[in-house]
């Protein structure tokens, strides 16, 4: 992340990972064998969740000191929010189906990307 900057590295990590969940999605409509579709699973959840370090160093970079105890703790919601977000998706699966829960998910990842991008710019001082 020193050469190309965190937020640049942060939004390819996710993007790979966006790309592995709709390899999954294809794999599972192509009828590809189960234990490629766990292998997808694996790779595609260590690069979603490989950049936690790095977007948190860049909030924490961007928030005056005196308000990071309130953004740690909005931090914890979204935490938080991942049982909501279980159960959103329990109720997509039963309105459509597993693909379509995959691919509304892999959808909102790469909206969440979109704010990395737009701090490209801010991320100085590393890579560029």
């Known amino acids: 992340s020193k050469r190309f900057g965190r937020c640049k590295v942060s939004a390819i990590y996710k993007w790979i990972g966006i790309a592995f969940m709709i390899g999954m999605v294809l794999s599972y409509i192509y009828h ?3 234990w490629l579709i766990c292998i997808m699973y694996i790779i595609r959840t ?3 969740n490989a950049t936690s370090a790095l977007t948190k160093s ?3 970079d961007h928030v005056p000191k005196h308000e990071r105890g309130k953004w740690t703790a909005l931090e914890s919601v979204n ?9 959103l998706g329990g109720v997509l ?6 693909t379509f829960n995959f691919c ?4 909102i990842q790469f909206l969440a990307t979109i704010p990395l991008v737009l701090l490209f710019s801010m991320d100085l001082g590393e890579g560029d």
Do not use: D, N, Q, R
Request: proline share 4%.
């Open 32 to 34: 590809l064998p189960i």
């Open 46 to 48: 260590s690069f979603m």
């Open 93 to 98: 699966v039963g309105l459509e189906s597993i």
């Open 79 to 87: 935490m938080f929010s991942w049982s909501g977000s279980a159960f």
């Open 58 to 60: 860049v909030m924490m």
């Open 104 to 107: 509304v998910t892999a959808s």
